[in-house]
């Protein structure tokens, strides 16, 4: 499915009854899930191969003196934004094995907030989430209150 489709299809989806919230998904659509992690989590290591060797590459120039003056502060920058974006693909590959194993242990898909079973065409775009788009929303409002509570 193209992530349009998903996304409207995620719209028009209602969360699973109270009585389908405690059942998981099949092996069946455990295994398609599986697939689709397999596949991001082996473009991410691919990606945070290319963020390495990047860095390797500012390093070096920076070690041979080929960056002088101005260059010094573009650089760092460079170095920055490079070391951030590691960090963010490093955790984005932890979230995708920790999903991994929650394909093994037969709870992936089932949301830690509510219990419910996570709609697949939230699951298809966002295949490490944990959390219902409900339980999202509630995360969120909660944080705004919080936010709000500190300003007054």
Same mark, same amino acid.
């Given at each position: 499915?193209?992530? =349009?489709?998903? /996304?409207?299809?995620?719209?028009?989806? /209602?969360?699973?009854?109270?009585? +389908?919230?405690?059942?998981?998904?099949?092996?069946?659509?455990?295994?398609?899930?599986? +697939?689709?992690?397999? /596949? =991001?989590?082996?473009?991410?290591? /691919?990606?945070?191969?290319?963020?390495? =060797?990047?860095?390797?590459?500012?390093?070096?120039?920076?070690?041979?003196?080929?960056?002088?003056?101005?260059?010094?502060?573009?650089?760092?920058?460079?170095?920055?934004?490079?070391?951030?974006?590691?960090?963010?693909?490093?955790?984005?590959?932890?979230?995708? =094995?920790?999903?991994?194993?929650?394909?093994?242990?037969?709870?992936?898909?089932?949301?830690?907030?509510?219990?419910?079973?996570?709609?697949?065409?939230?699951?298809?775009?966002?295949?490490?989430?944990?959390?219902?788009? +409900?339980?999202?929303?509630?995360?969120?409002?909660?944080?705004?209150?919080?936010?709000?509570?500190?300003?007054?």
């Amino acid at each position: 499915m193209k992530k =349009k489709e998903l /996304k409207n299809n995620l719209q028009k989806t /209602k969360a699973p009854s109270s009585a +389908e919230s405690h059942k998981g998904y099949s092996d069946k659509e455990l295994a398609e899930f599986r +697939e689709i992690i397999l /596949k =991001k989590l082996a473009k991410a290591e /691919k990606d945070l191969k290319e963020m390495d =060797k990047s860095l390797t590459s500012t390093n070096e120039n920076i070690a041979q003196g080929e960056v002088k003056g101005l260059d010094d502060s573009l650089v760092v920058e460079e170095q920055e934004n490079i070391n951030f974006l590691i960090i963010r693909q490093k955790k984005f590959i932890q979230h995708l =094995k920790k999903a991994l194993l929650r394909i093994k242990t037969k709870t992936y898909g089932i949301c830690i907030k509510t219990g419910q079973l996570i709609p697949k065409a939230r699951l298809f775009l966002v295949p490490h989430t944990q959390h219902s788009v +409900e339980a999202k929303q509630n995360r969120r409002l909660e944080e705004e209150e919080a936010m709000l509570l500190d300003i007054y």
